[in-house]
């Protein structure tokens, strides 16, 4: 192991200041004979609607000022190539991450530009141009891309072009921050390779101040997330100390205390506040090394740093390995191979639950050490099935029925089969549901899993299933759950943020009786961000007007397609309340159909404050809607109405009558959207 020395994180600013004051003095002594004939550059900053833009060309400063307006491409010999069009960053990006099929991992690079950019073609990164190659995989840069090398702004123009890139094709760029930037951009400059105080030189200014506020490198590094989370891995620098984790802070909020609190804050404000005093210094995130050395952080700590951040690995970097390597029985993976010597190098590659590394020549290697992560959760495993799933509980299910009302959990095994694997599982079963508590015999069921259980059989610890049955033993009350998982199928025709659900055949056992029918799973909130990505949000309100309004409007048109009334915005009522990481504005997803007129259940009636009598009558709500969004939602719809009868001939589980009425209760809504003046008319008349 080629371990760094520990480093004190600062107390050297006054000998970087007092070098960079002597090359300042002898840089304009030196004859063309002596002076160092190096490129570095451009530093460009924002001065109001021009860029000013420095940089060494041949060991001679240069310093112009251009309108913004008239930039085009900086581009000089033996120099970064820089878009002066596209100086614009993402700013502030989510902190958690799902849904990513290939991820690659990168760290402490040090200016060693051209070994980096060889691993990264290596890696399906970038192509022979430099250009993202990688689609819509993640590429993590675990910090550390300043200091030591003489090639520190080629890596930071490159990953700035890149970051752009990646978002464009639907993948991502997570740049963090490593000991290494905050120290340049906080003024201590000890590391700093001897072109870069030259540069400081020549151009007159400290050197962490042509990464000052206005500039734009130095403003992108400075908003750099410490950690992330994608598929469930944690990415940071360095770790997470025992002194850390008591913070219980969540992962926006360490991002944010660097951001806000610590980059470009002078020692004294930091010093100031415990909590970010502790975040700068050794045990911080960007310097801590327990789990390396004789004494090694502990495994038991270590699991209880994933279990409170809800991870299933961590990914550090910081501390030289000679190669990635695997720890803590494969839950860590350290990926700082020494690059920074410039001899070698490998990245990370993660591929599902698959974990590699690659090296210069593109060849792939297991990781020593690792052993497989589960990435999935046992409901999406059902989910994923071929075939139709089946759930097989066993309980006093009486007593469950007995006790609905307080929703109290009874002990059940659980027998899960899919795909002709059956898993026994032991856990809890109690009812759920509002309305259905009340007016069904046999209300919906929330079933809680053992998590330990759910390690033993490579799932994810997502330990709930969401199981919506038969409100009663009858005939209609089969062909009515039919009906409404169908339509969240045709919920999923309108919008591709719709809840997930999946038809399971269902045996119940008891002492003295068994029942048997069909119900279906609709995906928990938990397992809705893991797939999608997005935020659930528990707290919290937004009105019609803040939310994304597009997807809003169509909603509502869905709603009004099925004649449902059962919702509400002030309270949540039936809507689920996300946040997509790709979207400023958050979203209402709607559920719980069952009181729709299209589903059509004996015991849906519309509330009392609404104007109608029956809720087969459609009631448009009154949100304020303008006539651009409702023709946008009457011209989509009609695109989609092909697709939605075709869903509803696909759904085989109902039989040829019920398919028909399904298709005939959708008619006149479809009817009238082709008569744009009488839809308008409809749906602001009050009944």
């Keep these: 192991m080629l371990a760094h020395p520990t480093l004190c994180p600062r107390k050297a600013t006054g000998l970087a200041y007092f070098l960079s004051f002597v090359f300042l003095l002898t840089s304009f002594s030196l004859s063309a004979q002596d002076r160092p004939a190096h490129f570095d550059g451009p530093y460009i900053f924002h001065e109001g609607d021009s860029l000013r833009i420095k940089w060494v060309e041949r060991g001679y400063p240069h310093d112009t000022l251009i309108a913004q307006a008239d930039a085009t491409v900086f581009e000089r010999d033996s120099l970064p190539v820089v878009d002066l069009q596209s100086l614009d960053f993402p700013t502030a990006p989510s902190s958690t991450y799902t849904g990513a099929e290939r991820i690659v991992v990168i760290s402490d690079v040090h200016g060693q530009y051209h070994l980096m950019q060889e691993l990264l073609l290596a890696g ?9 190659a990688l689609g819509k995989g993640h590429l993590v840069v675990i ?30 760029l997570h740049l963090l921050l490593g000991n290494h930037e905050l120290m340049v951009l906080n003024g201590d400059l000890r590391y700093l390779n001897r072109k870069y105080t030259f540069t400081s030189g020549v151009l007159q200014t400290p050197y962490n101040l042509l990464f000052a506020s206005g500039s734009v490198l130095g403003d992108w590094i400075a908003q750099h997330k410490v950690v992330v989370s994608v598929n469930e891995r944690l990415f940071l620098h360095a770790g997470i100390s025992p002194e850390v984790l008591a913070l219980k802070l969540s992962l926006d909020e360490i991002n944010t205390a660097f951001r806000e609190g610590i980059v470009r804050q002078s020692e004294d404000s930091i010093d100031a506040n415990p909590t970010l005093a502790l975040l700068y210094n050794g045990n911080g995130p960007l310097w801590y090394r327990g789990y390396f050395g004789d004494k090694p952080l502990k495994r038991g700590k270590f699991k209880r740093q994933l279990k409170q951040y809800g991870q299933q690995m961590m990914i550090v970097g910081h501390t030289s390995q000679e190669n990635i390597q695997a720890r803590y029985k494969g839950q860590m993976i350290v990926v700082d191979c020494s690059i920074k010597l410039g001899l070698s190098g490998q990245i990370l590659l993660i591929e599902r639950d698959d974990v590699y590394l690659i090296d210069e020549e593109g060849e792939q290697f297991p990781v020593a050490g690792y052993r497989k992560v589960p990435t999935t959760s046992i409901q999406e495993g059902l989910m994923a099935s071929t075939t139709r799933p089946k759930l097989t509980l066993r309980t006093n299910f009486p007593r469950v029925i007995r006790t609905k009302m307080d929703e109290e959990y009874q002990e059940a095994t659980v027998t899960l089969t899919a795909d002709d694997i059956d898993h026994i599982l032991t856990g809890r079963v109690r009812a759920r549901g509002n309305m259905r508590k009340q007016v069904c015999h046999i209300p919906p069921l929330m079933i809680d899993l053992r998590k330990s259980e759910l390690d033993s059989i490579s799932y994810i610890r997502h330990d709930k299933l969401k199981l919506v049955i038969p409100c009663q033993r009858r005939t209609f009350s089969q062909r009515n759950l039919y009906k409404e998982f169908l339509t969240y199928e045709l919920y999923h025709q309108i919008s591709d943020h719709g809840i997930q659900t999946k038809l399971i055949d269902v045996e119940i056992i008891e002492p003295k009786r068994q029942y048997e029918f069909t119900g279906f799973l609709i995906e928990t909130d938990q397992d809705y961000a893991h797939r999608t990505g997005a935020m659930v949000l528990k707290e ?66 519309p509330a009392d404050i609404l104007p109608i009598k029956s809720v087969h009558q459609r009631y448009f709500f009154s949100y304020k809607t303008t006539d ?30 019920a398919r028909a009425e399904c298709k005939e209760y959708l008619e006149p809504f479809f009817e009238l959207l082709r008569e744009p003046r009488r839809f308008k008319r409809a749906i602001r008349r009050k009944p």
Excluded at 124 to 132: A, F, M, R, T
Excluded at 147 to 170: M, S, T, Y
Excluded at 583 to 601: L, Q
Excluded at 629 to 651: G, H, P, R, S
Aim: glycine content about 6%; proline content about 3%; some cysteine.
């Design 628 to 657: 651009e969004e409702i023709n946008d939602a009457m011209a989509y719809f009609l695109e989609k109405e092909a697709a939605i009868y075709a869903t509803i001939d696909a759904a085989d589980y109902l039989d040829e009558e």
């Design 124 to 132: 399906g990164v970038i192509d022979s141009l430099d250009n993202w």
């Design 540 to 605: 919290g309100r937004a009105s019609a007007s803040a939310v994304d309004r597009q997807r809003f409007v169509r909603a509502m048109f869905f709603q009004y397609m099925i004649a449902n009334c059962d919702w509400s915005i002030h309270n949540k009522h039936n809507l689920q309340l996300v946040k997509y990481p790709d979207n400023m504005r958050t979203e209402f997803i709607p559920y719980d159909f069952d009181y729709s007129g299209f589903v059509g259940n004996p015991y849906a009636v």
């Design 143 to 172: 910090g550390d891309n300043m200091d030591r090398g003489d090639q520190v702004l080629p890596i930071l123009w490159l990953l700035f072009k890149l970051e752009q890139q990646a978002l464009a094709a639907g993948g991502r």
